[in-house]
Structures are given as structure tokens and as C-alpha cells.
């Protein structure tokens, strides 16, 4: 899908020539595969890639754990074949319509740019343009300073500050184009698709985002007592997790996403490839100490003011119990029931992973059109605990939704 994508924009390469090839902070399904074969293309005509860190704050704002991000991703030199060049210093383009414009000095030095990136929902906005090409070109590549003047507004301004910064990006880098990566619901790649540099933040984008979005799967619920996620972090939503699937985005001013009305959230541990950056936990309202060890404040508030409006929320700590189990009885408890033995309550491993739920026994009734059981009444269920207090043990799979 990537040769035939990109192969066919890529005449314009002068032998010699330097590529640098963007790419994020997202575990985006075969993520090393495609950026490894995007290198592979421009060295076939005698050009020089490099990969650029496009993520804004992430890896707690610095060089070094940037390049660490693209690691635990599966993208070094020696997976790709293609050094990676990071650094948080940034060109200033100047002032533009009120928004002060950024850019990676390494992007800026380069012959040509290729971004890559998923198209998908925004985490905190709706609109024509959300979290694709134009963003990674206006939020990625201006690093920490170009990302913070970004967010300084609010996610109400965000897809209008991205559009500006993106026309004046377009007209000052030399931009090659953009590769948009659209996942099936099961997150394989359904399609990769080149974007020349006027449809990035355009129609063209527009439309792709639109046909990402019916691919994204949701909880088939309208309104739940307590949902249960196993594990937040980084590579799966930039907001640990995605708010589209929660049904919250918390941010002071902005309406919540359409979709399930969960009262308690309760997250259960912070992956480790999100280097303790956990500027989602509290979109949480309970958590437990397992997963607060894995919580760095400094990188987890790097990241939430960068953020600014739309991060001072998200960071705010949930309350925090001992144990799996103290953490979900107490969401069971605050959950507004006469009655507990009713509670209506699902598992997720994540938000990004809702191919396989743990439900309690009325919610398994409610959605049987929907889902192949997988374990016999008796078997595991979402209040079972080990006894350290730890959540029980998954149903080894026997089917998908």
C-alpha cells in the first residue's frame, strides 16, 4: 500500500536530495513497516531520508526521549535504515493571523517533507480537519513552542489555529506531500493514501477523515455505571485515553462527544511505552496505586501545559485506592445505585481495543447480537480479583465482535 501510495510522487527527487520524513508519537498499526518502506522509496531514487520526531511535547519535551517515543514504537535506525534526527529547537515563520508559527530546524533544513500520520477524531473537537496531516504539520513539527501557541486558545479555536499555521508551513517548507493512514476497526491498515500539499488541511483531507471516522468503533451503550480500563497511555490516545470512546473530554467550555453517559471511569495502570506521561488519568474519576507508580508528573504536566486550556483537567488526579479491586468497588459505590447487584459495568483493555469486552451479566443480555461470548457464567468476570486485589485474569479468546 505504501509503494503504491507514494511511488508515484516521488519524480521530483533529486539524487542527493534530503528527505525528512515526520512521523508521531501514535502506535499506529505498522507504523515501523510503513515508515521503513517510505525510506526504502526515496533511497530508490538516490535521495537521503531522515526521520524527524513530529510530536509537539511528547517524551517529556526533550530530544533524547522523543527519539526514545520512536523506539518503543519500532523506529530506529537500524529498523528503518534511516537516522533519526531530533531536536526542540524550532524556526520561528513568524506571526500570522495572531498565531506565532513553529517549525522543527531539521524539517526546515531539508529539501523535502513527507509527513505520515493516522487520520482519526479528535480528542478535544469536532470538525472538517482533526487529528491527520495538517495537524501533525502545525502541532508535530512545531515542537513544544509551536504546539503550546497552538493550544493557547483552547480547543475551541484549535482547527482554525491549525489551518493557519498549515498555509503558512505549506508555503514555506518544501513539502513533498503526506501519506494518510486509515485503520480498520480492528486497527490493521484499511488504506494509505499520498496527499499533495494543497489537499493536506483541505477537502481531500476532509473527506478521508470522514470515512476514518466510520471505521472507529464505539461502545454499544448508551449509558454505563462504571467502565474499567485496564491500561491508558500514550501510543493509544493522545490523551491516554480516547475521549470519543469514554463519552468525555473535560475540557472547561467544550461540549462532551456524543455516545455512552459513563458515570465512574476507572483506570487500572499507564502503559510503559508512555514514559510516564499520563496526562489523561483524569479524565478517571478512580485509579490505583498501580497505576499512579507509573505516573512522572514532571513529563505528564510538560505535556498538559503545552496542552494548556484543554490539559489542565485531563492531569488532575482521580482518586486513588490501594487496589484494583478498592478502586472499582469504590466506583460501584459512587455510582448513584439503590441497588449494586444492578450495576451496569464493562472492561476494556483500552479505549483502542473494544473488539473484546468483560460485562456484567445485564449488559452481556443486552448487547448478545452483538458480541460471541467467550466464557461460560462462572467463568471470569469483571468483579473478579486476585488476592493481592489485583483485577482477574481475561477469558482466553474464543471470539470478536
Not at 36 to 60: D, L
Amino acid at each position: 500500500m505504501v509503494r503504491d501510495a507514494l511511488a508515484p510522487h516521488l519524480d521530483v527527487l533529486e539524487p542527493g536530495a534530503s528527505v525528512a520524513i515526520a512521523v508521531g508519537s501514535r502506535g499506529i498499526a505498522g507504523v515501523a513497516a510503513i515508515v521503513r518502506t517510505c525510506v526504502e522509496e526515496i533511497r530508490s531514487k538516490r535521495s537521503s531520508p531522515f526521520i524527524v520526531p513530529a510530536m509537539g511535547s511528547h517524551g517529556g519535551a526533550t530530544a533524547a526521549g522523543q527519539v526514545e517515543v520512536l523506539a518503543k514504537l519500532g523506529i530506529t535506525e537500524q529498523s528503518v535504515g534511516a537516522p533519526v534526527l531530533a531536536t526542540m529547537e524550532t524556526i520561528h515563520l513568524g506571526r500570522h493571523d495572531d498565531v506565532e508559527v513553529h517549525v522543527d530546524r531539521h524539517a526546515a533544513a531539508a529539501d523535502h517533507v513527507l509527513v505520515v500520520n493516522r487520520l482519526k477524531s479528535h480528542t478535544s473537537f469536532s470538525g472538517a480537519v482533526e487529528s491527520g496531516l495538517a495537524k501533525m504539520l502545525a502541532i508535530g513539527l512545531g515542537k513544544q513552542r509551536g504546539a503550546e501557541e497552538l493550544h493557547r486558545r483552547g480547543p475551541a479555536h484549535l482547527e482554525a489555529r491549525i489551518q493557519v499555521a498549515g498555509r503558512v508551513l505549506k508555503g514555506s517548507l518544501p513539502l513533498l506531500g503526506g501519506l494518510a493512514v486509515i485503520e480498520t476497526p480492528h486497527k490493521s491498515v484499511h488504506r494509505i493514501d499520498f496527499l499533495r500539499p494543497d489537499e493536506i488541511g483541505g477537502q481531500r483531507e476532509a473527506e478521508l477523515l470522514n470515512e476514518a471516522k466510520t471505521y472507529e468503533t464505539r461502545l454499544p451503550f448508551a449509558q454505563l455505571d462504571v467502565l474499567v480500563v485496564d491500561v491508558m497511555g500514550k501510543e493509544i490516545s493522545g490523551t491516554g485515553m480516547d475521549t470519543n470512546v469514554l463519552g468525555r473530554r473535560m475540557v472547561r467550555g467544550m461540549p462532551e462527544p456524543r455516545g455512552v453517559d459513563v458515570t465512574n471511569v476507572v483506570v487500572l495502570d499507564v502503559s510503559r511505552a508512555s514514559e510516564g506521561n499520563a496526562v489523561g488519568i483524569g479524565l478517571a474519576d478512580f485509579a490505583s496505586v498501580r497505576a499512579m507508580e507509573a505516573v512522572d508528573l514532571v513529563a505528564t504536566y510538560a505535556n498538559a501545559l503545552t496542552a494548556g486550556l484543554q490539559g489542565v483537567q485531563r492531569a488532575q488526579l482521580p482518586i486513588v485506592l490501594a487496589t484494583d479491586r478498592d478502586a472499582i468497588h469504590a466506583a460501584v459505590l459512587t455510582a448513584g445505585l439503590s441497588d449494586t447487584t444492578g450495576v451496569r459495568m464493562a472492561r476494556i483493555r483500552s479505549t483502542l481495543s473494544l473488539d473484546e469486552l468483560m460485562l456484567t451479566p445485564n449488559l452481556a443480555t443486552e448487547c448478545s447480537d452483538l458480541f460471541e461470548p467467550v466464557s461460560e457464567p462462572g467463568g471470569p468476570s469483571v468483579l473478579s480479583f486476585g488476592a493481592d486485589g489485583s483485577a482477574g485474569a481475561w477469558p482466553i479468546s474464543g471470539g470478536r465482535a
